[in-house]
Nanobody, 127 residues
Framework: VQLQASGGGLVQAGGSLRLSCTAS????????IGWFRQAPGKGREGVSS????????YYMEDVKGRFTISRDDAKNTVYLQMNSLKSEDTAVYYC?????????????????????WGQGTLVTVSS
């Protein structure tokens, strides 16, 4: 297992959860690490990512101001702190990483392709 995701669960609207994505190797082995999510009946969408070379962070519009991505290189872990959760945040969240930097269409909010994937972790927000 190269990426191990954890931290999902059931939370009430307005609550918080923190997801963790731990790499079996070094997070510095990757060019970017982040999160996708897929809600029931919907397509996959990029939620947030961090560029490992300089720490630049990216967020989809719907989570800006509520979610924060961070990294702990000593623990080879990337976190997604999710605050002020809404029912529409309910989804399976997938940790993913890029081994090499990729080109993305202009305006891509979360420039993460996903060369490597972790298992999904379910986040359920009750209203």
């Amino acid at each position: 297992v190269q990426l191990q995701a954890s931290g999902g669960g059931l939370v009430q609207a307005g609550g918080s959860l923190r997801l963790s994505c731990t790499a079996s190797g070094f997070t510095s082995d990757y060019s970017a690490i982040g999160w996708f999510r897929q809600a029931p009946g919907k397509g996959r969408e990029g939620v947030s990512s961090v560029r490992m070379s300089d720490g630049r962070t990216y967020y989809m519009e719907d989570v800006k101001g509520r979610f924060t991505i961070s990294r702990d290189d000593a623990k080879n872990t990337v976190y997604l702190q999710m605050n002020s959760l809404k029912s529409e945040d309910t989804a399976v969240y997938y940790c993913a990483a890029d081994r090499t930097r990729k080109a993305h269409p202009w305006g891509t909010a979360v420039p993460l392709f996903g060369d490597v994937w972790g298992q999904g972790t379910l986040v359920t927000v009750s209203s």
